[in-house]
């Protein structure tokens, strides 16, 4: 498995922006894919978007497609989650994850996860 470390959550106003990263112990095979995932309190986890390491598809929850940004640095072994106009109903724990098989919107592909940072957007 791979070690993940979540950094960058705050707290922020509505339309603020904040940038996530997810910073891994290892480097991983070009089929690896990272993914963002957050809970609300009372919500089940929920996908947010996710990066291939080797060739870079994005993939984006309709909920954030437009406001969100996923991207990968291979060299710092580190993913991030660029998010603008943030709403308070964004608030959530955000979770980085790793996936073996490619990238998928369902957690339970994931076989590695980060601690989780939280980000909180007050109105």
């Known amino acids: 498995q791979v070690q993940l470390v979540e950094s960058g959550g705050g707290l922020v106003q509505a339309g603020d922006s904040l940038r996530l990263s997810c910073a891994a112990s290892?480097?991983?095979?070009?089929?690896?894919?990272m993914g963002w995932f957050r809970q609300a309190p009372g919500k089940e986890r929920e996908f947010v978007a996710a990066i291939t390491w080797s060739g870079g598809s994005t993939h984006y929850a309709d909920s954030v497609k437009g406001r969100f940004t996923i991207s990968r640095d291979n060299a710092k072994i580190t993913v991030y989650l660029q998010m603008n106009s943030l709403k308070p109903e964004d608030t959530a724990v955000y979770y980085c994850?790793?996936?073996?098989?490619?990238?998928?919107?369902?957690?339970?592909?994931?076989?590695?996860w980060g601690q989780g940072t939280q980000v909180t957007v007050s109105s």
């Open positions: 290892r480097r991983t095979s070009g089929n690896y894919a």
């Open positions: 994850a790793s996936a073996a098989y490619g990238v998928s919107r369902y957690s339970t592909n994931y076989d590695s």
